[in-house]
């Protein structure tokens, strides 16, 4: 029963496995035969072929070196690796976490075998200027992320020395606070064109990190740069005093309603990951509403009931997809 | 809303701006005001500049660089927009000293501690800017595809097509930028690279200022407006096409021996000069037979070489003169090359020079290997250099070419011989600038040099500060319109216009990136900007039309048409028939000299003519002549299908206007009028008779031609009853085509008809159809107008875009706007055909081959240059590249197939396999000489191939890491150390 720690009732019990049942009927149709494990030969027709990610050159054969699903490009192999630990590609948001301060970067852990860098000089600075990054800069780093942090950032790429570099190319990266931070398989994040997501009716932002690490918290207003620089250029005395940090206006508290949608949208995802369903924005916005629907409180959701009903959902969803295509 | 555009903010809050700020009038002929400029401000919609710009405490300060002369006005215009901290874009012409606008905004960024990146089109280029920068600031840094130093400086200078992928990648010089310099912005135009100068400043970083430096464009404002939009921040203007050391312009006819001013330092046309000019052209009579021998090169060489040469004499007569140091432009390397061989006779330095010159040459060469200071190219020039003379073109091996740059600047190249290239960028003026040919090839054609191109390249002549004034020459061997003459002389620089178009790499880079969007960047694409600025206009004029076209009312406007119509149609018949029967096939063998002629009089008003026969008049056949074609393979056509002129002596106005301008106006017998002798096109004859009489043959006596012309007049008396005999077309000049009997009976037939129309009678009726001609007209008109007006409003490449995404979709590089492997090999590309590649590398092609035959394949990338007689690749090879071109097709095909325009044949032609022997011989560890035997190209042009061979593996290298493949990426790798040796990758004299 995938792991799920709940108490289900027998009928409850019956329910679960019709429809992980009916969902596994859609997907087993495709390559089945293509798992492979660690150590397990992969046919190729020819030498011609490339040998990608996943794969060991072993003699004449080719041998994976994961385990997962083989796939084919043209003449590429590789193992698409499952329930693996992340790791990055080039251009993936990811969410993580400061673990060191240290001089002119941050240490993040990512959940990746190694712990990523994001340089001083990789991100935008707090005043918006365009400059070389001073001493007094990297003195003041504390004032931009101290460890525990959280923080949102793009993968920028392995650098010469095998370290892996991150860098935050717009406002829009950075610290996220006041939020939820939920750790699932990273599996379960699909990479796709947009992993930032302003939830309007909720007052929320959603942050799919392809590291498996997810954010929920409330809205921030991305400042629009533009706007900010020609107030900084028309009136000089005052940016420095304004970009300050701390001395932004007092900090208030999330309102309640905010909060509880926070949590209701993380316990949805919650959900999600114990039933192993890939998260994306439609099925835990869908999974929201019926919590809502349902009456349910914030707590329930978590309870084995919902559990079924959001499988059951979810069967549903896919069957109703599959017979429209 | 409050979209107002505040334009050239009122000065009087600026009051730091030097008094001499003037907006230029019209600047005619006016040379006489020197020092002026015109500043003008692009604001972004919306945007309130406030007040206390001008108070900024930088003001006060001390400026972050002085010079050691006194600025011009339009260099501390600039410079005053750049401590302001605002985007300025200077324009101004060739050596005006746009560099010093571009070396204060980096000693300004220095000194806060800022980045700074300057980017110029060409490699060459950037080499000499990283020297002159890293003289005067030390903290620089250069990148081009060659070579890296110091990538962590403040201040970079690199090429444009670097930056690019450097924003794509998002490194962090992006965030530490605050001034981006591009350097001949200009290039934009490019119609093959241009759009990375609009990548590149679309994506540039939101908080960073601009400096843009370019040649004199009279839509400066245009492109500062863009950049205000798209980056919502003021960018100035500041143009001048001032000159700093005024131009003289001269011809030199050829076969004559003289030059002709025929443009003063003032700037003015002199007419008279220019006639003389033309008539010391050796005339074309004369010149038939050395036309002949010579063919394309024609004037060039006319025949003789060495010491006769025109441009031999040329040159000594310049250096008599003391005009020297000389460039002559030459729009070929072959040309070039030709040019500065008859030269041998000359010499021009010396032996003090000569010394210097060949210990300069053996120091530079010293970094080559024995083998390669054999090189042909190598030890034919040193001799040519030592008597003074260069050789400048991208066919040179790199070395050689800043060798001679050296030279050149050095004062030890008298005449230098250089192609285009010359005229870009590089600080190397001279006293005299040589044009070879009026003409160019571009591709297609020859046409005219473009009053732009001639800019750009007199731009050369004139030191600053060492010649009171430059000296242009034009070396004109045809007959040449004044017009024509004044419009490359005088006319304007050609417009900044955008040559934007869609690549696969751009589209896959831009849906790579989280925020990057193609629609977004084609909407704030230049392209598409021009092309919104074009809409209120069209529309106005739209309305315009229809309203005056409203306003025609005719009376009884349906038989009027229907008889307009017949009008129309008898006369399309007519022409038709004509066309037939002067046709060259039939008419050439009865163009003799003394055959009398009936041609139709110059029309005098514009208006058409609607009567039903148009005003003729006789005259005599002089001679007929093959028009002479602009292309080269017109002298292989057909005579049927090449155009003729037929010479007819009859009586003409001859007119001159006020720019000295001819216009002859063939005109009746008896009217008043000179006889002359005029070309006319064949469709100008109406019909032939069959009288011909004896005419003398020295035309030139005016009272000769006047004798002939009464001749003619007694003719016609004679006939005067009976009327003209005529030579039938089919009984006399054998006419025998269906369509001309065809043609003849429709014209039969409807000429019955026209008795039918009422209309006809009408006294009025000339009158009414004209102006129902003139409504018909602004119908048309309108409808073309409406037609750009609809293809326009929408997104610019919309369907292409679209076209193009679903070609990636289907070969797999995408899915719903999510980059796939094969998309991210390709991602990585933009060096050679991105999906042929992709695809060729994941078919596994390279897998199991040998490296060499790798390298060489991958060859076929990176040329495409037809050869002559260029060396059949081996067997292996050969399959290799069939398979390449088996690739390319389906490539192609899946295109088309996705509605992306695209010609296969062409395309899969573009791949050519005739470098691949050379390359594999090289990579195979041969000498450069050895290589060069197996191939006939000039050393340059294989060692830019090469070079970008290597500019190809890095990116491959790349690829191979992102679909993990170690043991392809360790063989590109191993292509690399193969390839990148001896003489094809030695360092720049510059660094
Ligand atoms: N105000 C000035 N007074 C005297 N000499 C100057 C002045 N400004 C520039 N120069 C000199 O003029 C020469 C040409 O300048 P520069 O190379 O900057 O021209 P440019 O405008 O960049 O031309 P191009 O279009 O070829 O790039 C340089 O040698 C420079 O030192
Ligand atoms: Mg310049």
Redesign the pocket.
Known sequence: MRGIQLSFSNTQKLRLEKALAQLESFSSKLNSNATVIVADKIPVDEDAALKGHGTLEMGNDVVASVCGVVERVNKLVYVRPLRARYKPEIGDIIVGRVIEVAPKRWRLEINFSQDAVLMLSSMNLPDGIQRRRTAVDELNMRSIFVENDVICAEVRGFQHDGSLHLQARSQKYGKLERGKLLKIPPYLVKRRKQHFHHLDQYGVDLIFGCNGLIWVGEHIDVKDVMVEDQVNKSDPQNTHSSSLPGSSEEPTDTPLEIRQYICRIANAITVFSALGFMVNLDSIMETVTLSLSLNLGVHEMLEAEFHVRVAEQEAERRSTSKRRR | MGSFKRKSQEFSNEDDIPPSKQLKQNDLLGADEPVTCLHDVSYPEGYVPSASTSGLPQQDSKPAKE??????PF?SEAINCINNGESVM?S???????????LYAIALSLKNNQRVVYTSPIKA?SNQKYREFKEEFSDVGLMTGDVTIDPNASCLVMTTEIWRSMQYKGSEVTREVAWVIF??VHYMRDRERGVVWEESIVMAPKNSNFVF???TVPNAKEFADWVAKVHQQPCHIVYTDYR?TPLQHYIFPSGGDGLYLVVDDKGKFREDSFQKALNALVPANEGDKKRENSKWQKGLVVGKSGENSDIFKMVKMIIQRQYDPVICFSFSKRECEFLAMQMSKMDLNNDDEKVNIETIFWSAMDMLSDDDKKLPQVSNMLPLLKRGIGVHHSGLLPILKEVIEILFQEGFIKCLFATETF?????M?AKTVVFTNVRKFDGDKFRWLSSGEYI?MS??AG???IDDRGICILMVDEKLEPSTAKFMLKGSADALNSAFHLSYNMLLNQIRSEDGHPENLLRNSFYQFQADRALPDLEKQAKILEEERNSIVIEEEDSLERYYNLLEQYKSLKRDVRGIVFSPKYCLPFLQPGRLVCIECTKVDVDPNFSLSEEVTWGVIVNFERVKGISEDDANKKPEDANYTVDVLTRCIVQKDEVGRKTIKVVRLKDAGEPAVVSLPLSQIDSLSSVRLVIPKDLLPSEVRENALKKVSEVLNRFSKEGMPLLHPEDDMKVQSSSYRKASSRIEALESLFEEYEIAKSPLIKEKLKVLHKKKELTSKIKSIKRTLRTSTVLAFKDELKARKRALRRLGYIKDDVVLQKGKVASEISSADELTLTELMLNGTFRNIKVEDMVSLLSCFVWQEKLQDAQKPREELGLLFAQLQDTAQQVAKVQLESKVQIDVENFVSSFRPDIMEAVYAWAKGSKFYEIMEMTPVFEGSLIRAIRRLEEVLQQLIQAAKSIGDIVLEAKFEEAVTKIKRDIVFAASLYL
Request: net charge positive; charged share 20%; proline share 11%.
């Open positions: 010079f050691p002369f006194p600025l011009d260099q200077v101004a012409h060739t050596s005006a000293g746009k560099t010093v606008v571009a280029l350097d001949e430096l370019s040649a700093p005229s870009i960028g590089l600080n003026p750009q731009g050369r030191r600053r500060g």
